[in-house]
């Protein structure tokens, strides 16, 4: 027979028959091009974890487009050929077919709503719960229903002999396949979600992180483009099951349509797949940049001495506020103090300080973030100068913490927020990015230069400082520690900082230590009883210092915006940003593998703080005396 006949309808159809060989020969690359992308997805997977159902999903879509690919490759010899003829062919196109499209709904049910319903009801437990298991079970009935039925559909494709029965069998398909598994049913579900998503970015503050706020931008546009194909593809299917014309092309409008726009579908949600697994590869093998105690203690020394011997020319060539130095640097020196300290009891903030940065850096008197700097670019070799880029640099992030807290678990905070935020931060510590030997560092003046003797002129300085050091990286991190009551929300610089922070438009952060970030996580998810327990012991009133002046002096600044309206703004600006916890949380709360901080013998806390050194040296230059500790 002269004319190309339609594999369902068995009956001639008006396409030119060189048409049906170039899309079949077409989608025979295609299907290469996912077979290959999914090696190399493979591959990737070498290096890095993917969400189980995601590579399962992937890996039934690929391989049943293989199983299809005998009979593209037959048509684009021999369009005129009809696969559902021979036995053997059709058979593994029946087992291929149903189980790319088990896969797809595997992709769709248990991998990309799941996560969508968890990013979009994260701060509506109850529907998220309702959500989780509306998707579940779902996907289970979805693939079920595929087997259920391709399976009798394609066995009746090979045994049905009359067109009528054939066209009714087509319309059935379209029906039941096109209109209501692949385009009604999953148009609902992605209308709830545009719609849920919608209500979620209304709840949450309009400055919320950059990162968070592109990942919604993200999920929005997915979630929008998976809806436009289930519309599309419920009115696609109205054709050929109402118009008979139509139906007499239904089986080369599947194979040279449907499923050409399957396997493109697939190649481009595998090859976005392959970037983010890729990314996450490179990402596990760069961002962890460890740096060993004993170098970076050498490194540090070095730099010290360097500065030392030349009389400290480059003290103030870096201002304070652009001193930023890497998580592992800051890990670096916890073990730097465990190794070196006089007790292997676990140090606080005020004991590294104590024991380990002051001895440290006072041959130079000057600040660690100066030390390491000098000591890493004064090496020749260019592995050094990469180091050096690596550990210090501009600040991204100005840390907000209290002094008498555990060291152990700030490090573990700055570790969490990269993970996070998928970045190697620069930090902004005071503890390392200040001087703490000479307060005149802070001002930008030389340390030999003589100050003015006024108290008000040097807390003109600090917050001159301080705000800088807020402003520059325009994010702050607070590292709330313990999280059911936090120490830094007692201390009168630390809620100064986070009104410092809402007067120049920083980003606020809360951070926790990994354990206690799931504790939160699941109380913000039961109820509110948490939030209210943290922000209710925000008191500027009831706030402390080591320095009573220094109290008095933040006290009257506060006065200045009204007390209890300072009060409001930043239990406000909390509330917020611990809701942020519940979306913003890479683990979830049935995640079991969580990093926990060991717990060594605490120590008897030293008094010293960032406030009393400050004082003491402000003292040292007021009486032109020498300083020693």
Known sequence: MDCLEDDWMRACIPIPVGVVGVISTCTCICVGLNA?????????????????FRILSFGCMVLGLLLCLPQFWIRAENPRYLPSTNLP????????DTLSHAGLMMLVYWDICIEAVRLVYALEPKRQRIGLKVCKTVGTISVGAQVVFLVPFWTLVYLLETSNARAVLSGTFYVVQCYSFFGLVPAVGFAVLFKGLRRLRSKLPGDIPRHLLHRLRFTQLAIGVFLLIGV??????????????VRSLSGTLYTCFVLVCFALFS????????????????KNSTSKIFLDPQRLATFVRHGVATLAAAGKPLTHSVPVWHRGISQSVATGFHDVCLMEGQSQEEPTTSDLCVELIRPMTLPAH???????????????????????CDHVGEPTVMVSHSWSSPYIHLTAILKRYDENTNTNNFFWLDIFSMNQHDFADLSGVQASDPMDGSIANMYDTMLQALTQAIKVPNCMLLALIPHERPALLTRAWCLYEIYIAWKVGAEVACGFVPEAEQSVKKSLLKDDMLINQIIDSVDAKESRATKNSDREMILDLIAEAGVDRFNSFVRQKLEASLRLVAVTTLLNVSTTNVEVVPELPSREASIATRSQYIHENFDFHSEGTSFSI
């Open 36 to 52: 290959l992308a999914f090696l190399i997805y493979g591959f990737n997977l070498c290096y890095t974890s993917r969400p189980f």
């Open 267 to 282: 190649l481009v949600l595998l090859t976005l797949e392959v970037i983010l697994s890729f990314q996450d590869a490179t």
């Open 232 to 245: 599309l593809d419920a009115l696609f299917a109205l054709l050929p099951a109402a118009e008979p014309f």
């Open 89 to 96: 062919l059709h058979a593994v196109w029946a087992i291929g």
């Open 366 to 388: 000057c600040s660690v973030w100066e030390g390491l700097a000098v000591g890493l670019t004064s090496q020749s070799s260019s592995s050094k100068q990469k180091m050096s």
